[in-house]
């Protein structure tokens, strides 16, 4: 009997002859599911998949974990933050490293723990430092109306929360590099829905297609996108039905709207994208940690020769950074991509040693944009 | 993961064994029984089971249309 996913990989040679495309996952969970599964050394030489900028940590940028760390270091402050950001680092240390001198920096798992902090000790200040996209941004949304609701007056938030359809738009409008189809996140679409998704396409006539988490999902979406490419049919498909409501989740973007309003941010390696991200709306200052308390930060600095940025954005490998592997490792990352579990970087250094993949070459004819080659974005496998 | 357990906006959901609360604010009128995916201590997407083989689905619908 032929399995779903040889029936995928058969129909995927066949769509995608002479093809040569680039498709991005735009979600770090997908990238560590691709390389989990060993998907990639199923898919046709000519179907190249890049990591995009959907892992939260990795995007987050340093003057942001800096921030964090010198809350920790004021008297009588706890911040609360989920595990992955302890490991990333500032421009000159990071949360773990703090912990490690004494600072008193707390892993959760819901951002409502921060406030049962805050209520159980309230001569401490409480800093919940939310990163994330929608998904995660919705319930610190949640943690933020209730601390008001209950007025819990030793809770602040650091915002650090982005938007992932910005992003996108940013990679496509920069032409940097060509993009000829999304991977669209399972996560964060159950929130947004698949509402923007049909404006990325028919705005930069790219394809798009929300994708489940097990390989023949992904190999499925892989599919859809081939043949909507092939056929230049560009639009915006949910593959993923058994979780992401076409309309999204208005519950949840409501209780962002209501405690969010959208902001320009900064991204790690690709600067500021415009309504990108997430400020307390008016009401809610009181809680803002980046206003209240008032800290010396050092400039921003990068680990030197670190390529994280351009792994998040796409515009590189990370086999391309000199230090992958050597000096940069799960263990001791040198940059955020390698220290989450959704980073490009650690899950090509945990799954993808015996070789990246097959690579795909500029092509003229298949792409539904033809934008800059490769050569000047720097990949070089 | 089920909601096993439901009072409120607050719930305890369980797959093959693992219990963990939950938050169900998100989720449209929550039952017990509900299968849902959970983010950061929130339920933010009922399940739906009916849907479980939709790339079977999208495979035959493939092969039909190939």
């Known amino acids: 009997m032929i399995s779903t996913n040889e029936k995928l990989s058969a129909r995927l040679r066949d769509a995608a ?11 770090g969970t997908h990238t560590a599911a691709i390389f989990r599964s060993g998907l990639r050394s199923f898919l046709p030489a000519g179907i190249r998949l890049v990591a995009g900028p959907g892992c939260p940590v990795c995007v987050t940028p340093p003057e942001t974990v800096d921030r964090a760390i010198a809350l920790s270091r004021l008297k009588g402050v706890t911040i609360a933050t989920f595990g992955d950001m302890l490991k990333v680092p500032g ?33 401490r200040k409480v800093v919940l430092l939310g990163v994330g996209f929608e998904t995660t941004i919705a319930p610190a949304a949640a943690a933020v109306a209730e601390a008001a609701r209950s007025g819990i007056g030793n809770f602040y938030f650091l915002s650090a929360g982005r938007r992932v359809i910005p992003a996108m738009e940013h990679l496509l409008k920069s032409g940097d590099f060509r993009i000829d189809g999304f991977i669209c996140p399972g996560h964060a679409s159950t929130v947004i829905g698949l509402g923007p998704y049909r404006r990325i396409s ?22 859809e996108l081939v043949l909507m490419i092939r056929d230049k049919r560009p639009a915006a498909v949910n593959l993923y039905r058994r979780v992401v409501a076409p309309r999204g989740n208005p519950r949840a973007r409501r209780a962002i709207s209501e405690a969010f309003r959208i902001v320009d941010a900064e991204w790690r390696g690709m600067g500021t994208i415009e309504k990108s991200g997430y400020a307390l709306r008016r009401g809610f200052e009181a809680m803002d940690a980046g206003k209240r308390f008032e800290v010396v930060l050092p400039p921003p ?51 993808g040693r015996f070789g990246p993949g097959p690579e795909a070459e500029p092509g003229k004819d298949t792409a539904l944009k033809n934008q800059p080659d490769y050569e000047k974005s720097g990949l070089r496998i | 993961m089920e909601i096993i357990e439901l009072e409120g906006e607050k719930a305890v959901v369980s797959r093959g064994g693992l219990k963990v609360r939950a938050d169900v604010r998100f989720i449209d009128r929550p039952r017990k029984g509900d299968y849902v995916m959970v983010h950061a201590g929130f339920a933010i997407e009922r399940v739906k089971p009916e849907r479980a083989k939709e790339i079977l689905e999208y495979v035959r619908e493939m092969e039909e249309l190939k």
Do not use: H, Q
Not at chain 1, 17 to 27: F, I, P, S
Not at chain 1, 217 to 223: D, K, M, T, Y
Not at chain 1, 306 to 325: H, N, Q
């Open chain 1, 202 to 223: 028919r705005n930069f006539k790219v394809p798009c297609v929300i994708a489940g988490f097990e390989a023949s999902e992904i190999l499925a979406a892989v599919v």
């Open chain 1, 301 to 351: 600095r990068e680990p030197a020769g670190c390529l994280c940025g351009k792994v998040v954005s796409g515009a590189a490998d990370p086999a391309d950074c000199e230090f992958f592997g050597r000096g940069c490792t799960p263990e001791r990352p040198l940059g955020p991509c390698m220290v989450a579990s959704e980073g490009a970087c650690a899950a090509w250094f945990r799954y």
């Open chain 1, 91 to 123: 421009s000159a240390s990071s949360l773990r490293e703090e912990r490690g001198r004494g600072a008193d920096i707390r892993v959760i798992y819901s951002p409502l723990e921060s406030l049962e902090f805050a209520r159980a000790e309230p001569a």
């Open chain 1, 17 to 27: 002859a002479g093809m040569n495309l680039r498709l991005m996952e735009v979600c």
